[in-house]
Protein backbone atom coordinates (compact mmCIF):
# COMPACT_ATOMS: atom_id res chain seq x y z
CA UNK A 1 0.00 0.00 0.00
CA UNK A 2 1.56 3.09 -0.70
CA UNK A 3 1.11 6.37 1.58
CA UNK A 4 -0.87 7.90 -0.88
CA UNK A 5 -3.97 5.46 -0.36
CA UNK A 6 -5.09 7.25 3.16
CA UNK A 7 -6.98 9.91 2.36
CA UNK A 8 -6.36 11.66 5.17
CA UNK A 9 -2.59 11.50 5.41
CA UNK A 10 -1.81 15.32 5.07
CA UNK A 11 -4.28 15.79 7.75
CA UNK A 12 -2.97 13.57 10.03
CA UNK A 13 0.79 14.89 9.21
CA UNK A 14 -0.34 18.50 10.15
CA UNK A 15 -2.35 16.96 13.25
CA UNK A 16 0.94 15.40 13.82
CA UNK A 17 2.97 18.44 13.09
CA UNK A 18 0.73 21.00 15.30
CA UNK A 19 1.22 18.46 18.47
CA UNK A 20 4.87 18.50 18.10
CA UNK A 21 4.65 22.34 17.47
CA UNK A 22 3.26 22.83 20.92
CA UNK A 23 4.85 20.90 22.82
CA UNK A 24 1.71 18.59 23.33
CA UNK A 25 1.32 15.15 24.79
CA UNK A 26 -0.38 11.99 22.67
CA UNK A 27 -3.39 11.39 24.24
CA UNK A 28 -5.22 8.09 22.83
CA UNK A 29 -9.18 9.98 23.83
CA UNK A 30 -7.64 12.82 21.06
CA UNK A 31 -6.58 9.84 18.21
CA UNK A 32 -9.78 8.82 18.86
CA UNK A 33 -11.65 11.67 18.13
CA UNK A 34 -9.22 12.74 15.31
CA UNK A 35 -9.89 9.21 13.53
CA UNK A 36 -13.62 9.48 13.67
CA UNK A 37 -13.99 13.36 13.03
CA UNK A 38 -11.56 12.73 9.75
CA UNK A 39 -14.15 10.23 8.67
CA UNK A 40 -17.02 13.07 8.93
CA UNK A 41 -18.39 15.14 5.95
CA UNK A 42 -20.43 17.19 7.91
CA UNK A 43 -21.32 20.11 9.95
CA UNK A 44 -20.97 18.91 13.37
CA UNK A 45 -21.57 20.46 16.77
CA UNK A 46 -20.09 18.89 19.59
CA UNK A 47 -23.00 16.41 20.63
CA UNK A 48 -22.93 15.17 17.20
CA UNK A 49 -19.26 14.10 17.45
CA UNK A 50 -19.69 13.26 21.13
CA UNK A 51 -22.07 10.23 20.02
CA UNK A 52 -19.75 9.10 17.17
CA UNK A 53 -17.05 8.84 18.87
CA UNK A 54 -18.71 7.43 22.50
CA UNK A 55 -19.95 4.19 20.23
CA UNK A 56 -16.48 3.49 20.34
CA UNK A 57 -14.44 5.07 23.25
CA UNK A 58 -17.42 5.84 26.08
CA UNK A 59 -15.09 6.78 28.46
CA UNK A 60 -14.49 10.24 26.67
CA UNK A 61 -16.60 13.41 27.59
CA UNK A 62 -17.75 16.15 26.08
CA UNK A 63 -15.60 18.79 27.66
CA UNK A 64 -12.98 16.63 25.61
CA UNK A 65 -14.64 16.14 22.62
CA UNK A 66 -14.95 20.54 22.34
CA UNK A 67 -11.08 21.12 23.53
CA UNK A 68 -10.22 18.84 21.20
CA UNK A 69 -11.97 20.13 18.27
CA UNK A 70 -10.93 23.43 19.16
CA UNK A 71 -7.20 22.29 18.70
CA UNK A 72 -8.43 20.94 15.66
CA UNK A 73 -9.23 24.20 14.57
CA UNK A 74 -5.93 25.77 15.33
CA UNK A 75 -3.95 22.89 13.55
CA UNK A 76 -6.12 24.30 10.28
CA UNK A 77 -8.30 20.84 10.75
CA UNK A 78 -11.36 21.92 11.39
CA UNK A 79 -13.46 25.13 10.98
CA UNK A 80 -16.08 26.74 13.72
CA UNK A 81 -19.07 28.24 12.39
CA UNK A 82 -20.93 30.17 14.83
CA UNK A 83 -24.69 30.08 14.06
CA UNK A 84 -27.99 31.32 16.06
CA UNK A 85 -26.42 30.10 19.18
CA UNK A 86 -24.97 27.05 18.04
CA UNK A 87 -21.37 26.19 17.20
CA UNK A 88 -20.46 23.82 14.66
CA UNK A 89 -16.90 22.42 13.09
CA UNK A 90 -16.33 21.31 10.00
CA UNK A 91 -13.18 19.57 7.91
CA UNK A 92 -11.18 22.51 6.68
CA UNK A 93 -8.12 20.77 4.85
CA UNK A 94 -7.50 21.92 2.15
CA UNK A 95 -11.30 22.94 1.42
CA UNK A 96 -12.15 26.21 -0.74
CA UNK A 97 -14.00 28.91 0.82
CA UNK A 98 -17.38 28.49 0.69
CA UNK A 99 -20.61 30.23 2.49
CA UNK A 100 -23.85 28.30 4.16
CA UNK A 101 -27.45 28.16 4.01
CA UNK A 102 -28.82 27.31 7.08
CA UNK A 103 -32.86 26.05 7.88
CA UNK A 104 -34.16 27.24 10.73
CA UNK A 105 -36.45 24.72 11.18
CA UNK A 106 -34.47 21.48 11.24
CA UNK A 107 -30.76 22.93 11.44
CA UNK A 108 -29.89 21.46 7.41
CA UNK A 109 -27.21 23.38 6.37
CA UNK A 110 -26.48 23.61 2.36
CA UNK A 111 -23.00 24.25 1.44
CA UNK A 112 -23.14 27.37 -1.30
CA UNK A 113 -19.86 29.35 -3.26
CA UNK A 114 -20.86 31.89 -5.81
CA UNK A 115 -18.27 34.08 -7.41
CA UNK A 116 -20.72 37.00 -8.38
CA UNK A 117 -20.78 37.25 -4.30
CA UNK A 118 -17.38 37.39 -3.81
CA UNK A 119 -16.38 39.87 -6.77
CA UNK A 120 -19.33 42.29 -5.16
CA UNK A 121 -17.79 42.21 -1.60
CA UNK A 122 -14.43 42.75 -3.37
CA UNK A 123 -15.93 45.70 -5.71
CA UNK A 124 -18.05 47.58 -2.34
CA UNK A 125 -15.29 46.78 0.02
CA UNK A 126 -12.53 48.43 -2.50
CA UNK A 127 -14.86 51.83 -2.95
CA UNK A 128 -14.31 52.36 1.03
CA UNK A 129 -11.03 51.41 1.16
CA UNK A 130 -11.58 48.54 3.04
CA UNK A 131 -9.73 45.25 3.05
CA UNK A 132 -11.34 41.93 3.37
CA UNK A 133 -9.65 39.07 4.87
CA UNK A 134 -12.65 37.22 5.71
CA UNK A 135 -16.18 36.50 5.78
CA UNK A 136 -18.41 34.34 7.01
CA UNK A 137 -22.21 33.99 5.02
CA UNK A 138 -24.50 32.34 6.96
CA UNK A 139 -27.94 32.60 5.28
CA UNK A 140 -31.05 31.51 7.42
CA UNK A 141 -34.53 30.48 6.19
CA UNK A 142 -36.54 26.72 5.47
CA UNK A 143 -35.57 24.21 3.57
CA UNK A 144 -37.56 22.37 0.83
CA UNK A 145 -38.75 19.96 3.30
CA UNK A 146 -39.45 22.09 6.13
CA UNK A 147 -41.29 24.48 3.61
CA UNK A 148 -43.39 21.43 2.38
CA UNK A 149 -44.28 20.60 6.09
CA UNK A 150 -44.94 23.70 6.75
CA UNK A 151 -47.81 23.72 3.97
CA UNK A 152 -49.28 20.46 4.86
CA UNK A 153 -50.48 21.47 8.46
ZN1 LIG B 1 -35.40 22.17 7.25
ZN1 LIG C 1 -19.49 24.05 5.15
Given at each position: MS??????RE?R??W????????????????AILD??LRTE??????DL???VQK?????G???VY????????A??A??L??DG????E????RE?H?HF?C??????FE?K????????E?I????G???????????GL?????A???GR
Amino acid sequence: MSADADPVREEREAWNAYIAKNGLKRSEQREAILDVFLRTESHLSVEDLLKLVQKKRPDVGRTTVYRTLKLFAAAGLARELHLDGETRFERDWNREHHDHFICRSCGAIFEFKSDQIEQLQEEIAAEIGFVIDGHRHHIYGLCQRCQAKAKGR
